[in-house]
């Protein structure tokens, strides 16, 4: 499968080089001429990965969005519709919102006139979706959206990577509760000072 990162941060690298290790074929949307984070992965994954945005999206079957929020508001006004790709939102709207939206996903849903949207990937630290085995463990990782498909998908993903199990939350009004989930991980992480090392996991009985 064809997966498009736009971003090449924190987010991005993690899961760019976590998705190549599973066998994906992966472009990175980015920014030219490349910044350092950039150049500090494509040392890692390969110059040639890396494209424009544009052309990246075009060529994906799936499109991950790993860029604060105002610049995803920016990004996705410039790309308009989006014919039958599954989008998937790991920002969290802390730091920057899209202006008029409430996330990420709503200003997608809006504007690329999609429901092939997902939000996934939000919820913990990049340092886990670079590895989510915790002594053999695999963490949980969460989805949210109104199209079963795409879930389907952004949870095969978070699998791939290594996430034990990707839970649906629910449709586009559990979207903002994963990310309050996503400031519960910060709290504790950062707030709290428990350190980034730390993921959430389900047990059941
Ligand atoms: N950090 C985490 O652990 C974590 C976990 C879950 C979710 N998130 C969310 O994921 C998002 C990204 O976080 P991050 O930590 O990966 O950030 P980051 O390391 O600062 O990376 C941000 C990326 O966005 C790109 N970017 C910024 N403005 C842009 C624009 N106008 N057009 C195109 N690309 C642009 C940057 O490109 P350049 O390199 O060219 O500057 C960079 O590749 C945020 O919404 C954050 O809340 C973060």
Same mark, same amino acid.
């Given at each position: 499968?064809?997966?498009?990162?736009?971003?090449?941060?924190?987010?991005?690298?993690?899961?760019?080089?976590?998705?190549?290790?599973?066998?994906?074929?992966?472009?990175?949307?980015?920014?030219?001429?490349?910044?350092?984070?950039?150049?500090?992965?494509?040392?890692?994954?390969?110059?040639?990965?890396?494209?424009?945005?544009?052309?990246?999206?075009k060529?994906?079957?799936?499109?991950?969005?790993?860029?604060?929020?105002?610049?995803?508001?920016r990004?996705?006004?410039?790309?308009?519709?989006?014919? &039958?790709?599954?989008?998937?939102?790991?920002?969290?709207?802390?730091?920057?919102?899209?202006? #008029? $939206?409430? %996330?990420? *996903?709503?200003?997608?849903?809006?504007?690329?006139?999609?429901?092939?949207?997902?939000?996934?990937?939000?919820?913990?630290g990049?340092?886990?979706?670079?590895?989510?085995?915790?002594?053999?463990?695999?963490?949980?990782?969460?989805?949210?959206? &109104?199209?079963?498909?795409?879930?389907?998908?952004?949870?095969?993903?978070?699998?791939?990577? #290594? $996430?034990? %199990?990707? *839970?649906?939350?629910?449709?586009?009004?559990?979207?903002?509760?994963?990310?309050?989930?996503?400031?519960?991980?910060?709290n504790?992480?950062?707030?709290?000072?428990?350190?980034?090392?730390?993921?959430?996991?389900?047990?059941?009985?």
């Amino acid at each position: 499968m064809v997966i498009c990162i736009i971003g090449s941060g924190n987010v991005g690298g993690a899961l760019a080089q976590n998705l190549i290790k599973a066998g994906h074929q992966v472009l990175v949307g980015a920014r030219f001429p490349l910044s350092q984070k950039s150049i500090n992965l494509a040392t890692k994954i390969g110059e040639d990965r890396f494209t424009s945005i544009g052309f990246a999206v075009k060529q994906s079957e799936v499109v991950i969005l790993t860029i604060p929020p105002d610049a995803c508001l920016r990004v996705i006004q410039e790309l308009g519709p989006i014919d &039958n790709k599954t989008i998937i939102d790991a920002s969290n709207s802390i730091r920057s919102t899209p202006e #008029g $939206f409430p %996330t990420v *996903y709503h200003a997608v849903k809006s504007i690329c006139k999609t429901e092939k949207i997902v939000k996934c990937f939000n919820t913990t630290g990049f340092e886990n979706m670079l590895n989510p085995n915790y002594n053999g463990i695999g963490l949980d990782m969460f989805c949210a959206g &109104n199209d079963n498909a795409s879930k389907t998908l952004a949870a095969q993903l978070a699998r791939d990577i #290594g $996430f034990e %199990t990707c *839970y649906d939350f629910g449709g586009e009004d559990k979207v903002q509760l994963l990310e309050e989930l996503a400031k519960c991980w910060i709290n504790l992480a950062i707030v709290q000072g428990h350190g980034r090392n730390l993921g959430l996991k389900l047990l059941k009985r």
